[in-house]
Structure formats: structure tokens, C-alpha cells
């Protein structure tokens, strides 16, 4: 069942009812200031952090869970009838209903009683405001005499604050009502240099700015009571909940049109110039007031619509593909790029499956989530590298986290996950290989943010390879520290006591426990660190790199390979993990895609053992699981993957962020036919005729479809901001297409299936166009024959950038 449908040429997702299975959301805003909005309106708003500068109110796990929200109510003032125009909270039947989710806004539009209002929600590039500008058409034979009631909850700014610390909160909420802009500003008076603002481009008929009389006792949102009796009460409020609602009244003539802009945003003063005048308690609004007045005229909100949708012209113009497959078409075109700016931008923090109070930044996913951004905004791909690098620590680890406000490493989570330290190499890679940019690796970054400790960051990448051979176990293996990529496979852990967290929870020295995950992930990273100490002209370095890795590719097969798949893991007695010789968890997806993405097993027929073995054991036609047998209890031993019911996230759920590392591997196989397969299966736009079953949105890539051991099978969870953004797209453009960054140029190497006749890409990169037209007239899967670049065939497979900004017409032959 559809709940929607794509709008490819106007980028957009069109759901047509309310009601989807959950709420289905969208992202407004890409720079500082952000929000979550869902099909319905719900959702919240923040300043950089969603922890720290929350500005609306949000309740945690609430049904349905994308209360709380820019609600807006419509009320025919001669009947006293009310209703949303997005549906929520009153839920009144519309006669029409239509969502349009799109690059950067959403718009809502409904008609009820034939009163049509469609509002579009967007922040405008530049700014740290929201604007939501409704119109209101009158579809009756005669004149309409309505009101229009905004409604928004402000948030105490710190949001776990803000739900937890009532004792506090409900005494210290202020608001100012000025010219008819609701200003928020609990906490001003003291060390807060930022209010929140709330206006409307119309005369007020009224307003409310304290939550619970504008509701009234024992009501809620889907009856206030200022709605309800068609009067604000104009209340202000101080302590309890600031809420900012305006009245506006509309008379409409029939087939009438209204405009009304409502701006909610976020403003800083400078610390010596708060109020105004100086010696008071007023707000100084002399900075904030040219803002809102340039908003609330109509033609500055229209030129700034335009200049949004211009901007996503040009990031998604970086890279356009036309291929047979209408799935991977839309996603690499418009939505996989566009989810992959998501996580660029939110990391893990604010979604509907991310609180927003509990994560930073993480130091491994913000580098994975680069391999997808980087070719869009290589400036600020250079700023988090250098950011997320002078989080490390000078042993070569990393905090797990940091806070995107402060910069600096969390200790929330601590450190010790050991894969960390080499993703920052090949986030590093990724941007070198897009950028040509090597003087990055000469940029001098601190450790720990310590002012002094600056080293080159080249000397960061260093450290992060020694990291692991300053600290390998029994077998020679890397220690697998407090997790590696799996978060949930915690062999140090042994927790024996409820609440306590897998993650930080330690019971053992950590001294034996190795994972063969992180051996791949070195082997890869060896690889990459050693071509960029080549390209820096130390080639002994170099070959050092080159020797560890080797070395390590040796214990892998010593230790490391099972006869039929490669090991996951050792435990803390020595035992292997996703081995035959194990009851449960005999074999897992991790080490599979790891080691032979870093090619291992390439040469002599393992890999394609594994891959095999992959296919036989854990591919389902949802996706690929990530380990089996699940695990059907818990085994201290492993911790919280065992936590989970089988089927479930790490144990055994298809965990779609490695699925590409299968699918990866499968192309340097050449099995183009296999490859596509799997990528199609978790490809949410092949799913979206099963979207009853599927759930999350049809339109963005989730974290977990549930595995083949769970009672909902196929159902997916943790949409939005997840590493299977980056991965699934870095995989279709670089690996299945095939048009690859490497260090000297773009390299041609498509992995397609069999029946495919050609496809065309545009690709810009350093600054050139390349048109690229691939043919196949044989049929194959692989392999390219020649390349003629601007009539001219070329030696190889790589186009050698010539600096020149110019257009190239690239034919490519395969066979
Ligand atoms: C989840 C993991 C996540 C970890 C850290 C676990 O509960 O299953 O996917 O990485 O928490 O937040
Ligand atoms: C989600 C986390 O964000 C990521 O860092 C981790 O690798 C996966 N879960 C797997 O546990």
C-alpha cells in the first residue's frame, strides 16, 4: 500500500493522507538554525544543538509521536467550526489533504467546509528564523468570515531541562508582547545572550503567549479554548509554559486569496547590549527588527523560497545519473543526496528515533557521513574534518562524541571504541580524493582541543593507524576496546546489572578481546594513509603503512578466516564469534564486507567465498541480516547485541548501513547482477508499494528493516540519520555507476547488472563537468573497454582533471 507517490521533477514526496503508518518528516533548514517537521505539521525547532538551544517544546515518546508542533487552527467565525489545515492536533475529516515534502520545506495543503489553506514551511538560507506562510483561499459561493490562531510551545532552551527540572521551569518562563511579535526570553535576564520570536505579517485581533490559558483547564491542543471561543485572551505569560499564538481574523470574499507569514526564529545580542534601554530588563530589539521586518513582506519570503530551491539545484547538480532504474535514479538524484546533507547536518542528533538531548556528534559517524557530502559542500566537508580531528586524543583515540555548540569531545560516552580512530583516515581520503586538496594534511590541529598541542593533521592520521598496533591482542588482532563498529557487540562489558549502559559499562581489562572487524578497516586504512604519505614524498612511511597492512592481512587469514566466511570477533576467553564452531551468531555481515572492501581474499577466491557464504546465510529478500543464527538469549559475554529480541537492530535486524559494504564487495567481484539486487532491496523507493509493511518514510534510506527472526519482518525503523545514507549513496555513485574519486582524478569503473544497456552520468568534479555516457552493448557486468574523452580515447580508466573549469563529453564502452 502507497501512502503517496514521488513527484521526481519537482523534487518532491506527495503524501495523500494524514494518517501514514508514522509520522513522515522532513528537515527545514541546513546551516545553524533547524527543524523537524512531519506530514502533519508536528515536530520542533532549534539553534545548532537540539539539546542546548532548543526553542520549541517537544514530549518524548508521545502518541503520535511527532506531537507538539507549528499548529496553526482555522475558524469559520459564523458557524464557530474549527480545524487544522494540516490536520493535527484537531483532526478534524478534511475534503482534501496533501503533503509536499521538499528540498529544504514542506508545504501543507487541505481544504475543509471549502475553505482551501496551504502552508509552506521553510528557513531561509542565511538566517536563523522559520517562516510559515500560509494562504487561505474562500472556495464558497459567499463571503467567509474566519480567524486564524498560530500556535507554537516554547522551549526553555536546554531541552532535557526543560523536561525534567519542573520545579525550576514552571517559575522562571518570560515573554515581552511588542508590536505584535511574541518575544521569548526566560533565562534572558541572566546568562542568556538569545531570545526566540514569534510574528505575523497581519494586524492581531488578539494573542496568548501562556500555554494553559490559551488552552484553558482541562483541554488540550485539538480544543483550545481561545480557538474554541474565537478570542485570545491575551495573556502574558510568566513562569508556567510561554506559548506564542496570534490571532488574525479574515473575511474572505468568495474565491478570495489571503497571504499571512508567521516567523518564528532565534536571535543573539551582543553580552553589553541586551537591553534596551540598558538599565532595564527590555529586550533590545534594534538588531532583530529589520529581520522580521524584511520576512514579513511577502516578496522578501518568495525571493527567498527561490534562493533555496536554487541552492539544491546546485548541490544535487554535482552529481545526475540516468539510468534503466527509476529507484536508484530518484534517490541519487534528489533524495539519498538530500538525506546524506541531513546527516551532515544533525549527525545522530534530532529525529524521531534521536531525542536531540541524548548524542553529539559522533566521532566515526560524522566521518562515514562524509563519504556522501563531501562532493556537495567540500568547504564545510574541510571545516568537520579539521573540527572532528582536534577532538582526538594524543594516543591516537577519540572521545565517541562531540557537541556540535562547544566543539569539544563528550565524555558522555568516553572513548575506547577502537575502530574510531581510523574512519577519520578515510573520511580524510574521501575528501582528498574529491578535492585534490592536500594541503588539509599540513593544517595544523590541536589533540583534545588543546590550545599548543597542535600537530599537522597528517600527523593525526598517524597516530590513528599506530593507535591499533600500539594495541593488539593474543592472536595479533586489534583489541576491540569498549566496541568497534557495532556499538552493541561490547565484549569488555560483562553487565550483570539492569540500567546499566553496554557502551560505557566495563568489566574486564580489555586485553583479549580482539575484532577482526577493525584487522579489515586497518588493512583499508593502511592502504589509504600509505598512498597519501606517497603523495607527500615519504616512502618509507609509505611502505611502512604498506608492511602493516600486509602483516595484518596475514593474521587475518592465520586467525581471522573460518574456512567459509572471516571471523567476527574474539571474546574475552579467547573464543571466536561468528565462527561454526558457535551455537548462535555463526557467521556476521561486518567482518564480510570489511575485509574484503579493504581486498582481502580478492586473489585467491575468498572473497568470493564469503560473499557467497553471505548470500546463503543472511540475505532475505528485505535486505541482507547482520549476523545468524540471532542470538534467542542473552550472553554477557556480548552484551547488548544480545539485548535485543531476535530479528531486532544489531541482533540479526538487517542493520542497513553495512548492507553496502556487501554490495561494495560485490562489485569488486563484478557481480553487477548481485550488487544491484541487494541495493534495491533496502532501497525505500522499491519499497514504497510495500509501505504497510515498511512503515518509515518511502523516500529516505532507515537504519533497520526488521530481520527475518522478528514477528515483523521487513519492517523498517530508525528513518532519517543514519550512516546508510552515506554508505548507500557513496555505493550506487562510486561503486554500481561506478564514477569513483581517486587521489588523481575520476576513475571509470561501473559494476551494473548484466541486462543494463547504458546509463548516462553528469558529474562535476574539481571544478569540470564530465558528461558521461557509459554503453553496453555486450551485456556485461563489468569491465570497461575504452574511454574517448572529447573525441579523443584515453590510456586507462581515469579522467585526469585539466584544471580548466571545462565541459568533457566522456564515452565509455564496457565489455
Ligand atoms: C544501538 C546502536 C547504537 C548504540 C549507541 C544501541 O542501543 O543499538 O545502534 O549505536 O546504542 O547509541
Ligand atoms: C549506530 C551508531 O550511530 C553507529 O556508530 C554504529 O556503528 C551503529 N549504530 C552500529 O552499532
Known sequence: MRYGYFDDPHREYVITQPNTPLPWINYLGCEAYFGIISNTAGGYSFYRDARLRRLTRYRYNNAPFDF????????????????????????????????????????????????????CYFVPLGETLEIWKLSVTNRRHKAARLSVF??????????????????????????EMVDGVIYHKTEYRERRDH????????????????????????RSWD?????????SFNSVACGWAPHGSHHVKVNLKPGETREIIFLLGYHENPADQKFDPPDSQTINKRTVKPVIAKYLDGRNVAAALQA????????????????????????VNIWNAYQCMATFNLSRSASFYESGIGRGLGFRDSNQDLLGFVQMVPARARERILDIAATQLSTGGAFH?????????????????????????????????????????????????????????????????????????????????RADWNDCLNLNCFSDTPGQSFQTTTNKDGKVAESVFIAGLFVLAGKELAAMAKNRGQHKE?????????????????????????????????????????????????????????????????????????????????GIVLQQPAFSRYYIEMGEISSYPP????????????????????????????????????????????????????????QMIAGKDAPTHGEAKNSWLTGTAAWTYFTATQWIFGIRTDYDGLLIDPCIPAKWRGFKVQRVFRGETYDIAVRNPRGVMKGVRRIVVDGVEIPGQLLRPTGGGQKHSVLVEMG
Open 150 to 175: 498560530s500556535s507554537i510551545e516554547f522551549c526553555l532552551w536546554d531541552a532535557q531541562d526543560d523536561s525534567t527540572n519542573f520545579q525550576r521551569n514552571f517559575s522562571t518562563g518570560q515573554v
Open 308 to 331: 533555496l530551491r536554487e541552492n539544491w539545484d546546485g548541490l544535487l547538480g554535482v552529481y545526475q545519473v540516468q539510468s534503466p532504474d527509476v529507484h536508484a535514479n530518484r534517490m
Open 542 to 622: 609509505a611502505e611502512r603503512c604498506l608492511a602493516e597492512a600486509a602483516k595484518m592481512e596475514k593474521v587475518i587469514y592465520q586467525h581471522g578466516w573460518d574456512g567459509e566466511w572471516f571471523v567476527r570477533a574474539y571474546d574475552d576467553f579467547g573464543k571466536p564469534i561468528g565462527s561454526k564452531v558457535c551455537q548462535e551468531g555463526k557467521i556476521f555481515i561486518e567482518s564480510q564486507g570489511m575485509c574484503v572492501m579493504a581486498g582481502i581474499g580478492l586473489k585467491d577466491g575468498n572473497a568470493k567465498r564469503a560473499l557467497q557464504s553471505v548470500h546463503q546465510h543472511l540475505a532475505t529478500k528485505h
Open 647 to 702: 530479528g531486532y537492530k544489531e541482533n540479526a535486524g538487517i542493520f542497513c548501513h553495512n548492507n553496502p559494504w556487501i554490495i561494495i564487495a560485490e562489485t569488486m567481484v563484478g557481480n553487477g547482477d548481485r550488487a544491484f539486487d541487494y541495493y534495491t532491496r533496502i532501497n525505500p523507493s522499491a519499497r514504497e508499494k510495500i509501505g504497510h509493511l515498511h512503515r518509515c518514510e518511502p523516500y529516505v534510506f532507515a
Open 195 to 218: 531570545f526566540a520570536y514569534f510574528a505575523c505579517s497581519e494586524k492581531l485581533a488578539g494573542f496568548d503567549t501562556q500555554r494553559d490559558t490559551f488552552l484553558g483547564a482541562c
Open 401 to 481: 562524541q562531540y557537541q556540535p555548540l562547544t566543539k569539544r569531545g563528550n565524555n558522555d560516552i568516553g572513548s575506547g571504541f577502537n575502530d574510531d580512530p581510523h574512519w577519520l583516515v578515510l573520511g580524510v581520503a574521501a575528501y582528498l580524493k574529491e578535492t585534490g586538496d592536500w594541503g588539509i594534511l599540513d593544517e595544523p590541529v590541536p589533540f583534545e582541543n588543546e590550545p599548543g598541542s597542535e600537530k599537522p593533521l597528517y600527523e593525526h592520521l598517524r597516530r590513528s593507524f599506530n593507535y591499533t598496533l600500539e594495541r593488539l591482542g593474543p592472536h595479533g588482532l586489534p583489541l576491540i576496546g
Open 223 to 231: 480544543n483550545p479554548a481561545a480557538v474554541e471561543r474565537g478570542k
Open 68 to 119: 507538539g508542533g507549528r499548529y496553526l487552527y482555522l475558524r469559520d467565525n459564523d458557524t464557530g467550526q474549527f480545524w487544522s489545515p494540516s490536520w493535527q492536533p484537531t483532526r478534524t475529516r478534511l475534503d482534501q489533504y496533501e503533503c509536499r515534502h521538499g528540498m529544504g520545506y514542506t508545504i501543507i495543503g487541505s481544504a475543509c467546509r471549502k475553505i482551501e489553506a496551504q502552508t
